[in-house]
């Protein structure tokens, strides 16, 4: 006959549940003489087997019972761990007479749970770190002392630890290094910092974790939830302050009042960008030359200063302007930023005396986004003075012809020869 045959034939249904419980748990909660100090607590997990017997068959009046067995329920008592509140096991066929032995095995049984084997009180025989082991599986049965056979079916307890808030935050780094640009605008992300609680995050609050800033305001900020570091200042600069010391905290219970915290060290440096013009400290120079020197002779160097550091206070030298720009040059020396000015044509002091340049210095890598701050060059005026050389006396002529009478006297003129001096304005000898 078919079972679906069998439910139509059913006369009358009918349900009986009934538990079936290894051993009777009662638990007993003592008082703890100091009453201000801090429980660490765990969550028992008593098994309970439920069997329940409902007819699934009725063949011509004949019931047909099918057992069926339920998994866990678990009832939730929290244990304090330092020896103030027990757990006790007791089963029906414990007379008092000390007949029966209660044995305890599984996780921790024996070191960090121990039973009474007279009485079936079970307790916390140390302090238990739930980051250390969460969750405990003891079994607990009775036995008969005279026969050593159980009286009853082992029973099985899932201990949870539950966790309290004894873990502050602690950051992936004790110092953290970063560097954010120079000038930036308010909001620029620097770094990201990380702080973990080992505590249960599935747990209340005592593993979330909120951030804030302790030292290096009104500059710097802090995300409350991501731990990113961000300016909190515009145009910050490198030249007037390089160096930041951000102090960061971490604190759980979401940052409420009695939560842990931990603080970490964040040193943020502002990297240069080419945000200044090259400056001379002085509007004029003046160098000397003697006439007739060498083509390239080197008359002297002249620097303009630029705040800026590396590539961005390079510099390129050149004569913009003056009566001397086909006489001299000026070459940029790359080790030391400074302008060189060489003699390129020969210079004659009867000629020109003194001449006058322009001069621009002017930055090689210029940032098109700090251009609005004005052109970034300096121009400066540079005097030259040529100086006359002590030269011989020249004669008017190269070549003189005088003929004399054979019979001149002795004493008489017979010629005339001029020289004049080049450094005495042409003055004759």
């Given at each position: 006959?078919?079972?679906?045959?069998?439910?139509?034939?059913?006369?009358?249904?009918?349900?009986?549940?009934?538990?079936?419980?290894?051993?009777?748990?009662?638990?007993?909660?003592?008082?703890?003489?100091n009453?201000?100090k801090?429980?660490?607590?765990?969550?028992?997990?008593?098994?309970?087997?439920?069997?329940?017997?409902?007819?699934?068959?009725?063949?011509?009046?004949?019931?047909?019972?099918?057992?069926?067995?339920?998994?866990?329920?678990?009832?939730h008592?929290?244990?304090?761990?330092?020896?103030?509140?027990?757990?006790?096991?007791?089963?029906?066929?414990?007379?008092?007479?000390?007949?029966?032995?209660?044995?305890?095995t599984?996780?921790?049984?024996?070191?960090?749970?121990?039973?009474?084997?007279?009485?079936?009180?079970?307790?916390?025989?140390?302090?238990?770190?739930?980051?250390?082991?969460?969750?405990?599986?003891?079994?607990?049965?009775?036995?008969?002392?005279?026969?050593?056979?159980?009286?009853?079916?082992?029973?099985?307890?899932?201990?949870?630890?539950?966790?309290?808030?004894?873990?502050?935050?602690?950051f992936?780094?004790?110092?953290?290094?970063?560097?954010?640009?120079?000038?930036?605008?308010?909001?620029?992300?620097?770094?990201?910092?990380?702080?973990?609680?080992?505590?249960?995050?599935?747990?209340?609050?005592?593993?979330?974790?909120?951030?804030?800033?302790?030292?290096?305001?009104?500059?710097?900020?802090?995300?409350?939830?991501?731990?990113i570091?961000?300016?909190?200042?515009?145009?910050?600069?490198?030249?007037?302050?390089?160096?930041?010391?951000?102090?960061?905290?971490?604190?759980?219970?979401?940052?409420?009042?009695?939560?842990?915290?931990?603080?970490?060290?964040?040193?943020?440096?502002?990297?240069?960008?080419?945000?200044?013009?090259?400056?001379?400290?002085?509007?004029?120079?003046?160098?000397?030359?003697?006439?007739?020197?060498?083509?390239?002779?080197?008359?002297?160097?002249?620097?303009?200063?630029?705040?800026?550091?590396?590539?961005?206070?390079?510099?390129?030298?050149?004569?913009?302007?003056?009566?001397g720009?086909?006489?001299?040059?000026?070459?940029?020396?790359?080790?030391?930023?400074?302008?060189?000015?060489?003699?390129?044509?020969?210079?004659?002091?009867?000629?020109?005396?003194?001449?006058?340049?322009?001069?621009?210095?002017?930055?090689?890598?210029?940032?098109?986004?700090?251009?609005?701050?004005?052109?970034?060059?300096?121009?400066?005026?540079?005097?030259?003075?040529?100086e006359?050389?002590?030269?011989?006396?020249?004669?008017?002529?190269?070549?003189?012809?005088?003929?004399?009478?054979?019979?001149?006297k002795?004493?008489?003129?017979?010629?005339?020869?001029?020289?004049?001096?080049?450094?005495?304005?042409?003055?004759?000898?």
């Amino acid at each position: 006959m078919s079972w679906k045959h069998c439910v139509l034939r059913n006369i009358y249904i009918y349900i009986l549940f009934y538990f079936k419980c290894s051993l009777l748990y009662k638990y007993v909660f003592k008082n703890f003489e100091n009453k201000t100090k801090m429980f660490n607590l765990s969550t028992v997990k008593i098994k309970i087997t439920i069997a329940i017997i409902v007819p699934v068959m009725s063949c011509r009046d004949k019931l047909i019972f099918a057992k069926i067995i339920f998994s866990v329920i678990t009832m939730h008592i929290f244990i304090e761990l330092f020896f103030s509140t027990s757990l006790k096991l007791h089963t029906d066929q414990d007379k008092g007479d000390g007949n029966l032995k209660y044995i305890l095995t599984g996780d921790g049984a024996g070191s960090l749970f121990v039973i009474d084997e007279n009485t079936g009180d079970i307790h916390a025989a140390k302090k238990l770190d739930r980051e250390e082991k969460s969750l405990y599986v003891l079994r607990a049965k009775a036995i008969d002392r005279k026969t050593g056979r159980q009286v009853e079916p082992e029973s099985e307890f899932i201990i949870k630890i539950h966790d309290i808030n004894d873990n502050e935050p602690k950051f992936t780094k004790d110092l953290y290094t970063a560097s954010v640009p120079e000038m930036s605008g308010v909001g620029t992300s620097v770094i990201q910092v990380t702080a973990t609680d080992a505590d249960d995050a599935n747990y209340g609050n005592s593993a979330k974790v909120v951030y804030s800033i302790l030292q290096g305001q009104p500059y710097f900020s802090v995300d409350p939830e991501s731990g990113i570091i961000k300016t909190a200042l515009p145009d910050m600069s490198r030249e007037n302050r390089e160096q930041y010391q951000v102090v960061i905290q971490a604190k759980d219970m979401g940052g409420q009042m009695g939560g842990l915290s931990g603080t970490t060290t964040v040193n943020i440096t502002l990297t240069d960008v080419n945000n200044n013009p090259p400056r001379f400290p002085q509007s004029t120079y003046q160098f000397y030359s003697p006439e007739s020197v060498p083509l390239g002779t080197h008359l002297g160097r002249i620097k303009a200063n630029d705040p800026d550091v590396g590539e961005n206070a390079e510099m390129e030298y050149s004569i913009a302007e003056g009566d001397g720009a086909d006489m001299f040059d000026v070459v940029t020396d790359k080790d030391t930023q400074e302008g060189i000015i060489t003699v390129k044509q020969n210079l004659d002091y009867e000629n020109k005396m003194l001449y006058t340049l322009k001069v621009d210095a002017s930055n090689t890598h210029p940032d098109p986004r700090f251009l609005y701050l004005g052109p970034f060059k300096d121009t400066a005026v540079v005097k030259i003075s040529v100086e006359d050389m002590d030269e011989p006396p020249v004669f008017s002529k190269i070549f003189y012809l005088i003929e004399v009478d054979e019979d001149v006297k002795e004493g008489s003129i017979i010629g005339q020869v001029t020289a004049y001096d080049p450094d005495a304005m042409n003055n004759l000898i």
